[in-house]
């Protein structure tokens, strides 16, 4: 009779004459080693990388995305014997639920919205992945790669895009700054005497140079008269 230890995150399917016996659970079994034959399978999660999966956008633009797909097995049964390779199997339900997803996104969707690139994903994976004994927990698009050209033409909309932004800030700011200098100066207009109060606190002010206009002493516009008071 010979041993074997099944650990806690293993499962391990045991086959007699080539028919399934029995799944054994975490601990110490004997067993007939003539007859027998055991699979063991890891029932810890696990990551599935996919990476650079070339895929057409719903405008024609051919990219490549990277997928990340946290899995683990359900059922060690159907795992090990519904496929000839379930790990396999699921990483083409990766592939062909990526090429569905992109189909219904458009390039500006992927590039402004980048979560638009893992919608719908582990909800697409679901069906096929229980099929093959399998539970995926999470599936996100980790990269999104474009061509040379369509990169350095998506550099130059942002660039140019941000430039727009701030010329129209700067016109903002420029009409800001002129509609306060018109409401000033309408304010003067028909208060004179807010600007000799503004004068006056300038010249409070340390450092400050005034000049004064001789014909502003007569109050009406005109120079003084030297011979004015004389007789």
């Known amino acids: ?20 016996d029995r799944v054994l659970e975490p601990g110490r079994y004997r067993y007939r080693a003539r007859r027998s034959e055991l699979v063991t399978v ?12 070339e895929v057409i956008t719903q405008d024609g633009i051919s990219v490549r995305i990277s997928v990340v797909v946290t ?28 090429r569905h997803s992109m189909t219904t996104a458009t390039l500006e969707d992927l590039l402004t919205d980048r979560g638009r690139m893992s919608a719908g994903l582990p909800e697409a994976l679901t069906e096929r992945a229980a099929a093959l004994g399998i539970t995926v927990t999470e599936a996100h698009a980790r ?10 033409a998506a550099q130059e909309t942002l660039l140019a895009r941000e430039h727009s932004r701030a010329e129209l800030e700067r016109a903002r700011g420029e ?11 309408r304010l003067l207009e028909e208060h004179p005497s807010l600007l000799q109060l503004r004068t006056l606190q300038v010249a409070a002010e340390p450092g400050t ?8 002493l007569t109050g009406d516009g005109r120079r003084p008269d030297p011979g004015a008071g004389e007789i």
């Open 1 to 20: 009779m010979a041993r074997v230890t099944v650990m806690e995150w293993q499962r391990t399917l045991l086959f007699v004459d080539g028919r399934l």
């Open 42 to 53: 890891e029932m810890r999660p696990r990551l599935l990388h996919v990476n650079g999966q």
């Open 71 to 98: 899995w683990a097995v359900a059922d060690p049964v159907v795992f090990a014997t519904g496929a000839e390779s379930s790990q396999l199997a699921l990483y083409a339900a990766v592939q062909e639920a990526i």
């Open 143 to 152: 990269d999104l790669m474009l061509p040379g050209e369509l990169r350095r």
């Open 175 to 185: 009409a800001a700054a002129l509609r306060s200098l018109a409401n000033t100066a």
């Open 209 to 216: 140079r005034i000049i004064l206009d001789p014909r502003s």
